[in-house]
């Protein structure tokens, strides 16, 4: 049963950091991509970032260029979102979620976690 465990959100004041991370299980994941997103309350859920497995690839929202970095640790399984000069329209619920590349659509989610930035 494939798993993917988001943490690592919080409340946090604007301008500050925080890192969330992602732990897939339940099958090998070294041929896929792993996104995360963020659906604000009232809206549609939006991309954030994502990596590539294998090669490191990584692309960003225009919004979160230069603010956010996605990571991944090969050792630990684990793909990082590290956070930065979080602002109040950061707020959202996170998930990760992951695809086999290079298909469009995202194949598994997450529950998420709660990101908010406090002005």
């Known amino acids: 049963q494939v798993q993917l465990v988001e943490s690592g959100g919080g409340l946090v004041q604007a301008g500050g950091s925080l890192r969330l991370s992602c732990a897939p299980s339940?099958?090998?994941?070294?041929?896929?991509?792993m996104g995360w997103f963020r659906q604000a309350p009232g809206k549609e859920r939006e991309f954030v970032a994502a990596i590539t497995w294998l090669t490191g690839v990584t692309n960003y929202a225009d919004s979160v260029k230069g603010r956010f970095t996605i990571s991944r640790d090969n050792t630990k399984n684990t793909v990082y979102l590290q956070m930065g000069s979080l602002k109040p329209e950061d707020t959202a619920l996170y998930y990760c979620a992951a695809k086999k590349s290079p298909r469009p659509t995202y194949d598994y989610w997450g529950q998420g976690t709660q990101v908010i930035v406090s002005s």
């Open positions: 339940g099958r090998t994941f070294s041929t896929y991509a």
